[in-house]
């Protein structure tokens, strides 16, 4: 089932065929504007389109290479002077397109080629898998989703080689179109409307949602947000727009002005979008909008990308990180400011999803880890923020905030590259931190720790300890902080780690009682717990693909690293009830109740479950009494005692079942 899954699932997120040249290649042109007119036709999941492409010739090249959707057919190519050009793709399947004149291409010339193009974009729907698609390109009845990572027109390098575009969208009476820029018109044509959005700042993604949309518009806030949201969507938009606004403030208090005058949101259909919006548009899927408490991580991140990422334009593939990165690092800041009773937290989750696929491949692989997948989430975007946040304790957390501020100030409406950032680090700090992006953006593994020491009694009436720290990467250097806690008050050390094993003689004044290292999490390493929380994570990743097996494999690797582990106990549990496995559910929610009951809610969750499942097993009275032992928990996390109260009033039925 895995593998037939990631097969599916990259139908929508395969690797651009620019990520695929060798490393170092010199892009042949670049674009310098999008016009795109097309008809979309939501109830045959079609589109028929021309897009214009002004581009500037960067070498003389007797071919020109575009991408074009393998899905769509390409009906031709001309110029400027209605001169027809040769096409072809690389094979059947590929989406690697070349184009050819009868002359050398030269440099320097400026050309706009014009292509057309339909197809069918049907959406991808299979029985036995109840999960979100990962939709890069898809046209449906209730309307469409068309990313450019799709490669729903003909374009070239994106997100790599920014443009401006005019977008030209035809839909039928009662679809709403919204793409990048400013609404110019809508112009009613018979029975459809034409929507025409255009925008004069560079884009690096040029996405198009069509949907039977409401508008919302909100004027009060610092900058003026617009909400298109579908004709079913019925929730409360001001908690969702006071925290958004509380962002924006932020944002650009660290970094400065939004680079845009206004700011749109965009409800999607429940799909796992592999890029979610673009300069002044933000992509929000129908769960993070209804979520019954507002996602603020994820908000933040998708917040920050207008500065990180759509202003600031990452160069190459492997600067990927200087978009995603700083982003989840900018949203990790605004939790440590305006959430700070929660960011240790949601710091030590995000080094958790770094862990997950560390060692699969460096940060600097960038974009060939394919945006939008688990792996790029973890390697480009949490391991990528860890890196900010390790360099900060270097540099020292305030003066290396403002760095970055004044990084973003400098470079703002410009393209970026990982050099230029690690040399403006060097110039404002006066230290060489090359051997720091070798070693974390460069290389892939994290250090496990150990330490070894002896504890001495000085015949003054102090002590000593003397020992070694001992870590599993040959090259590796970083300051360490090592903790010692003593009969009196603890001791805070900090030593320089080199290499494999590092010795170390401390003094103390009282009796040293055990030594704890990295006590405040400013290193990001492996160890058992780190381990045990990779592993959960790891199921429940699985685990919300619906491929249980794999899911399994995970918790219980955790409960053999530590069987008291309830957390692991409990998804355990979850998975069985989900296959309808009551009784082995019920024995694990049981070892659950058994164990270190961390975090605090998994108790309440438990009874919730075991209630459900006295309940279908017809033993109410024991149904009633787990509900009730939920409610006096008094934790709320996730509606558990609105959950509880509900199974109170009426006896829970499983909603697979045939007998009701």
């Not at 979309?40 to 079609?46: C, R, T």
């Not at 393209?415 to 051997?435: H, K, L, P």
């Not at 809610?601 to 017809?618: A, F, M, P, Q, S």
């Not at 033993?619 to 009494?625: I, K, V």
């Amino acid at each position: 089932m895995k593998n037939l899954f990631l097969t599916f699932s990259l139908l929508g997120l395969i690797t651009p065929a620019w990520a695929q040249q060798a490393p170092g290649a010199s892009p042949v042109l670049d674009v310098q504007h999008y016009e795109i007119s097309a008809e979309v036709v939501p109830d045959e999941s079609f589109v028929k389109g021309e897009v214009k492409i002004r581009f500037v010739l960067l070498e003389d090249s007797v071919s020109l290479p575009f991408e074009l959707n393998t899905r769509l057919s390409l009906l031709g190519v001309r110029d400027e002077e209605d001169v027809s050009y040769s096409t072809s793709f690389d094979n059947f399947e590929s989406s690697r397109l070349r184009v050819r004149g009868s002359e050398t291409f030269r440099k320097g010339t400026e050309k706009t080629l014009t292509f057309r193009f339909e197809g069918t974009l049907e959406k991808e729907t299979y029985a036995f898998l109840d999960t979100p698609q990962a939709e890069s390109a898809v046209i449906y009845p209730g309307g469409a989703i068309l990313l450019s990572e799709g490669n729903w027109f003909p374009s070239h390098r994106l997100p790599l080689d920014a443009a401006t575009a005019t977008v030209k969208i035809t839909v039928p009476l009662g679809f709403s179109v919204v793409a990048p820029g400013e609404m110019r018109s809508i112009e009613t044509l018979g029975i459809s409307e034409v929507f025409t959005w255009e925008s004069g700042q560079l884009l690096t993604r040029i996405p198009v949602v069509v949907a039977r949309f409401f508008r919302q518009k909100f004027e009060d806030s610092s900058i003026p947000l617009t909400f298109y949201v579908t004709e079913a969507f019925d929730r409360d938009l001001r908690p969702f727009v006071d925290e958004v606004t509380q962002m924006l403030e932020f944002f650009q208090s660290e970094y400065g002005p939004l680079p845009k005058e206004a700011l749109n949101f965009v409800q999607v259909s429940n799909v796992r979008l592999p890029s979610t919006g673009c300069a002044g548009l933000i992509l929000l899927e129908s769960s993070l909008l209804q979520s019954p408490a507002i996602p603020i991580m994820e908000l933040a991140r998708r917040v920050a990308r207008q500065w990180w990422g759509y202003s600031l334009r990452p160069g190459r593939s492997s600067d990927a990180w200087l978009q995603d990165g700083f982003a989840t690092y900018a949203a990790l800041r605004y939790f440590e400011v305006k959430h700070s009773d929660r960011f240790s937290t949601e710091l030590a989750r995000e080094a958790v999803s770094a862990l997950k696929y560390e060692s699969n491949a460096p940060v600097s692989k960038g974009l060939e880890l394919q945006s939008g997948s688990a792996q790029y989430q973890s390697i480009v975007a949490s391991k990528g923020a860890w890196i900010l946040y390790m360099l900060g304790q270097l540099v020292g957390r305030e003066q290396f905030d403002g760095m970055l501020g004044d990084w973003y100030r400098q470079k703002a409406q410009q393209t970026v590259n990982t050099s230029e950032f690690v040399a403006f680090i060097q110039e404002r700090t006066g230290e060489d931190y090359r051997w720091f992006f070798v070693q974390w953006v460069d290389s892939v593994g994290v250090p496990e720790f150990r330490i070894d020491y002896t504890i001495y009694k000085l015949r003054d009436g102090g002590f000593k300890i003397r020992g070694q720290i001992k870590q599993n990467i040959e090259l590796f250097r970083m300051p360490l902080e090592v903790r010692i806690e003593t009969k009196g008050q603890p001791e805070d050390k900090e030593l320089n780690v080199r290499g494999k094993s590092t010795a170390f003689t401390f003094p103390t004044e009282t009796m040293p009682l055990r030594m704890e290292l990295d006590p405040n999490g400013k290193v990001l390493s492996d160890s058992p717990r780190m381990r045990i929380a990779v592993h959960v994570a790891l199921g429940e990743e699985y685990q919300a693909l619906k491929e249980f097996l794999p899911a399994i494999r995970e918790y219980e690797k955790a409960t053999q690293l530590n069987p008291r582990t309830s957390i692991a106990h409990y998804r355990l549990g979850e998975v069985f009830f989900e296959q309808r496995n009551f009784s082995t559910a019920a024995n694990s929610f049981r070892d659950a109740l058994n164990g270190d009951r961390k975090p605090d809610w998994v108790e309440t969750w438990i009874h919730i479950y075991l209630g459900k499942i006295y309940d279908v097993l017809g033993q109410r009275q024991r149904a009633l009494a787990e509900y009730q032992k939920a409610v006096n928990t008094k934790v709320d996390y996730n509606s558990a005692q609105a959950e509880a109260q509900k199974y109170l009033k009426e006896t829970y039925s499983s909603p697979q079942s045939v007998i009701g």
